[in-house]
């Protein structure tokens, strides 16, 4: 008897989907290479201009750095904090256990905006200068829930056993999280970080409102935008995209090599 | 030269933001290289000295003067680093001097005139030492006395801003695909229908629309009817409209995609814009009824650190050489006489300089925002949430 | 015997110690206690400090009254919520970014399941791919993206194109582009690669075996679904919809972008009071009002995660 469902319009439902999806990025990555600075039809021939111009541009150049930063420090506040939270959260039983992670998980359910503004007015009320820490802080809070909700139900999903033979062979509790919770989360909580240096790399919202003199890349962009666009943004979206994925298959190759 | 700001098909420099001589591809940039229009002089030929220092500059991009070559120069003779940000809306300067946290950190900023009087009420602009700034005096006489002056740049026994461009804003339109257009209400008729855009300026749109109805105000003050009037105005045409037009950048790149045959308010940098992305057919003009005009000028932001660097830039911003080049990179007008011999006779034409007084007083007035609004008058709150429910 | 280290302590549930009877199950609590502080401690101080103290404060402002750009006088008032409710004009912006947001928020979650489900259950080798595919096109810059949309959907775009030269049509489409279509489309090519991946998390708990049983035991695919695999995702799906939801009506860009004549979204009022008239009273009570919805809509679909199928 069979046992799997016919389902035979999934295969081509599932190309259609990834069409979809990468129907826009192939056009950006198309149209950085134009000649001129259209960004739609007709397409007036090959230039590598636009890579040579923001290589040029210190305003770009600055901008990529900055957003490097506020990525980085990021994503490494929240993979820290984030693990830390779940790690206390699912393994111990406590009153307030369940509103405690509701209310991890709630920052989800504002909208940029919002977090931006209260920052700003927070901020401002504070006499705290805006500046790239200011921006980092919103990130954080805006990407910790949902970093929170990976590392929570990768650990839920965790076997204890592993963690409990190996104390019981008399290893400390720093020790067992080092050498057997940690290798085996590691590939979920790397994904994980992955999408919150994501989500802070294209946050603009947030950004708009408690950025100071520095600004980050999609600042730039957007400010682009609205003057004058070209294909510049182009570029700059095609190279972080080869960049993203050259780093992701390095990642993941390094992740195969470290769990033989 | 006509008054509607056309022009024959050229290639232009790119608006200013670029290191064109970098850039090293496409003819429409051996323009820039060879730098036919200016004739840049030694650096200090034309302004002070400066002993270093350093620009904090926050306003619209090209304001800055990056790649003017005078300036450039200039800030190199002189030891001067310039950091910038840039604004995509007016208000956005506002907000940064007030409630954003940029009191203090910038020394260098612009506003648009009629945004003077608001802005002092708000303390963001600090009072100018004029003596610091003798390249000034060239200027037109309209842009340094008389009434204008004393309604939007010097008031209340001191100067706030020093204008130093401006530009005019009616319909900008695709001239392959209609004849130009006389008036608004012709873009009010069928044969537009879902074809123009209607930008989402709020400020141009009031000015535009009451001039046009034959209301308007120079202090901008108008009683609700009037605003109903405006906005009917903007409801008529937005019949037509394809779509409300985001910014004047996004607005290029439709009439690059045949999205729009039309739209207003316009700008005449969007021609340029255009240019750039291989369409040139894009034009600028100013209806019978009229247009409006912004002209920006310099201010000096209260508590700013290193105010001199800022005045020595200032003051060599306004030289002759500079202005010519600002008008070619910018593509707007200019206010230094001595700079229109030193530009090329396109970049001259685009503006009109010979009327300059008829311009700016009564074809196409300059916009400026209500403010100490007495009651029975709407506010600038009152006109956006008119906008909101208009753009709804 | 066991060397308890005081500090980081994870793995513990609350297994007595080892022969020290009552004095060593005190110690051991008070140590877990301390443990599990250290542990949740700096989520909770981050999201006090930074998130609940500036939301206090915004709230604050909210019930105070503007005098004029940045100015506030602090007089309490409700008149700010009043505006935000009856201003002519806002509920029927609110309506446009709700409507459409809940419109996105529906779509991508229920396209995800498809293909979360073929990825899953169906794919072996491929499988690692097709997840490393969907997070690549997370990187690519969500503003440029909009642009490509004229590129697609546009006049002289590729689609109007296509149609005009295999003859289906005459002349070009134009409700493709500038109306509240474009914008759902745009929303669901943004927010779909994250739902694909918060579903496809959400299966991952569920055994393969457990499928196929259902089949076996005679269920069609669609009781399948919906008695098992659905109730079993529901957290997952529930987190796609609120994301999406919340998400899509706050943004203010890619309506402004791709709306044409509907192109007006709430949170473009909230950054008008901010940054052109200066009224953070009426900005914050906007947003607060804005944020009441998403919250209501937020527990209304946690509800439906005790749901056990249709």
């Known amino acids: 008897m069979r046992r799997k469902f016919k389902v035979p319009w999934l295969p081509v439902y599932t190309v259609l989907v990834f069409a979809f999806l990468f129907a826009p990025i192939a056009l950006v990555v198309l149209f950085s290479f134009n000649r001129t600075a259209s960004l739609t039809f007709p397409f007036h021939g090959f230039s590598l201009r636009w890579y040579r111009y923001v290589f040029a541009s210190p305003s770009y150049t600055s901008a990529a750095l900055a957003s490097l930063q506020v990525g980085l420090t990021t994503l490494v506040?929240?993979?820290i904090v984030g693990t830390m939270a779940a790690l206390g959260i699912t393994r111990n039983e406590f009153p307030g256990r369940r509103a405690l992670r509701s209310v991890l998980f709630a920052p989800a359910a504002l909208?940029?905006?919002?977090?931006?503004?209260?920052?700003?007015?927070f901020f401002v009320q504070l006499h705290v200068p805006l500046s790239l820490w200011t921006v980092t802080v919103g990130h954080v809070i805006y990407t910790l829930p949902y970093f929170f909700l990976v590392a929570n139900s990768r650990l839920n999903r965790f076997d204890v056993l592993l963690e409990e033979s190996a104390r019981d062979l008399g290893a400390s509790p720093w020790q067992t999280f080092r050498k057997v919770t940690?290798?085996?989360?590691?590939?979920?909580?790397?994904?994980?970080?992955?999408?919150?240096?994501?989500?802070?790399?294209?946050?603009?919202?947030?950004?708009?409102?408690?950025?100071?003199?520095?600004?980050?890349l999609p600042i730039v962009v957007y400010s682009t935008v609205r003057q004058a666009v070209d294909p510049s943004v182009n570029a700059i979206s095609a190279m972080l995209l080869a960049g993203s994925l050259v780093f992701i298959f390095g990642i993941r190759r390094f992740l195969a090599d470290v769990q033989q | 030269m006509s008054l509607d700001g056309s022009f024959p098909r050229r290639d232009f420099l790119r608006r200013a933001g670029i290191i064109a001589a970098t850039a090293g591809v496409g003819p429409a940039f051996v323009a820039a290289c060879s730098s036919t229009a200016t004739k840049s002089g030694p650096a200090s030929a034309s302004g002070g000295t400066v002993k270093g220092g350093a620009i904090n500059f926050w306003s619209w991009q090209g304001y800055d003067l990056l790649t003017e070559p005078a300036v450039k120069s200039w800030r190199a003779a002189n030891h001067v680093s310039i950091h910038s940000g840039y604004v995509g809306t007016h208000d956005e300067i506002t907000a940064k001097f007030t409630t954003g946290g940029g009191k203090g950190v910038y020394n260098l900023s612009t506003y648009e005139a009629g945004y003077g009087p608001f802005y002092v009420s708000?303390?963001?602009?600090?009072?100018?030492?004029?003596?610091?700034?003798?390249?000034?005096?060239?200027v037109y006489p309209i842009f340094r006395s008389g009434p204008i002056f004393n309604r939007w740049w010097r008031f209340n026994g001191h100067q706030w801003c020093c204008p130093f461009t401006w530009g005019l804003q009616g319909i900008n339109y695709d001239a392959t695909k209609i004849k130009t257009p006389t008036s608004y209400t012709e873009l009010m008729g069928p044969t537009f229908k879902g074809k123009i855009g209607v930008t989402d300026d709020i400020v141009a749109a009031f000015v535009i629309g009451a001039h046009a109805l034959g209301i308007f105000k120079a202090n901008s003050l108008y009683t609700p009817s009037q605003v109903s009037k405006i906005i009917g105005f903007w409801t008529q045409l937005k019949k037509n409209a394809r779509l409300i037009v985001p910014s004047y950048g996004n607005m290029a790149d439709l009439f690059v995609a045949g999205e729009i045959v039309a739209a207003t308010p316009g700008w005449s940098a969007v021609n340029t814009f255009a240019a750039q992305k291989g369409d040139n057919h894009v034009t600028h003009v100013i209806p019978s009824e009229g247009a409006a005009t912004f002209c920006d000028g310099f201010m000096i932001p209260s508590q700013a650190s290193d105010p001199d660097a800022a005045y020595a830039y200032i003051n060599e911003a306004f030289s002759p050489e500079a202005q010519a080049q600002e008008a070619e990179a910018l593509v707007?007008?200019?206010?230094?006489p001595?700079?229109?011999?030193?530009?090329?006779?396109a970049t001259r034409a685009l503006y009109p300089y010979d009327q300059l007084d008829t311009v700016l007083t009564s074809r196409a007035p300059l916009e400026a925002i209500p403010v100490k609004v007495p009651s029975g008058y709407a506010s600038f709150a009152d006109w956006e949430n008119a906008w909101t429910a208009f753009k709804a | 015997m066991q060397a308890l280290q005081t500090g980081k302590t994870p793995g513990l549930r609350s297994r007595p110690s080892n022969g020290r009877g009552v004095a060593g199950r005190l110690r051991a609590r008070t140590r877990r206690r301390l443990a599990i502080i250290v542990l949740v401690g700096p989520a909770i101080v981050l999201l006090l400090g930074a998130l609940f103290v500036p939301a206090v404060n915004l709230l604050v402002k909210s019930v105070v009254e503007s005098t004029g750009y940045g100015q506030v006088a602090y007089h309490f008032t409700f008149s700010n919520y009043v505006s935000a409710v009856t201003t002519p004009g806002y509920l029927t912006v609110a309506l446009n970014a709700f409507g459409i947001g809940a419109l996105a928020a529906v779509i991508c979650t229920a396209a995800s399941y498809p293909i979360a489900y073929f990825i899953n259950f169906r794919l072996r080798r491929g499988k690692n791919l097709a997840l490393f595919l969907v997070v690549a096109s997370l990187f690519s810059s969500y503003l440029v993206r909009l642009y490509a949309w004229y590129t697609i959907l546009g006049i002289h775009g590729v689609l109007n194109d296509a149609l005009v030269r295999l003859g289906v049509i005459k002349q070009p489409l134009l409700f493709l582009l500038f109306n509240r279509w474009a914008v759902l489309i745009a929303f669901v090519n943004i927010f779909l690669p994250y739902t694909i991946l918060m579903i496809s998390s959400a299966m991952q708990n569920i055994q393969k075996d457990l499928l196929e049983s259902a089949r076996v035991l005679g269920a069609s695919p669609f009781r399948t679904f919906s008695r098992v695999l659905l109730p079993l995702t529901m957290t997952g799906a529930v987190g796609a919809l609120a994301y999406t939801f919340i998400l899509s009506s706050g943004d203010y860009i890619t309506p402004a972008l791709l709306g044409g004549l509907n192109g007006e979204f709430v949170g473009q009022i909230v950054s008008n009071q901010f940054i052109a008239l200066g009224d953070v009273p009426l900005g914050a009570a906007i947003s607060f009002v804005m944020l009441a919805v998403f919250l209501a809509v937020y527990f209304a679909l946690t509800r439906l995660e005790r749901f056990k199928g249709i």
Do not use: H
């Open chain 1, 77 to 79: 506040v929240v993979a």
């Open chain 1, 111 to 121: 909208p940029g905006l919002f977090t931006g503004i209260a920052l700003l007015t």
């Open chain 1, 182 to 216: 940690l290798p085996i989360i590691a590939p979920t909580l790397i994904a994980g970080a992955l999408v919150v240096f994501s989500l802070s790399w294209d946050e603009v919202f947030i950004t708009f409102f408690t950025v100071g003199s520095r600004s980050t």
């Open chain 2, 122 to 138: 708000l303390g963001i602009p600090s009072a100018l030492d004029m003596s610091k700034i003798p390249n000034f005096a060239q």
């Open chain 2, 332 to 336: 707007q007008a200019v206010v230094n």
């Open chain 2, 338 to 345: 001595k700079a229109l011999p030193l530009m090329n006779s």
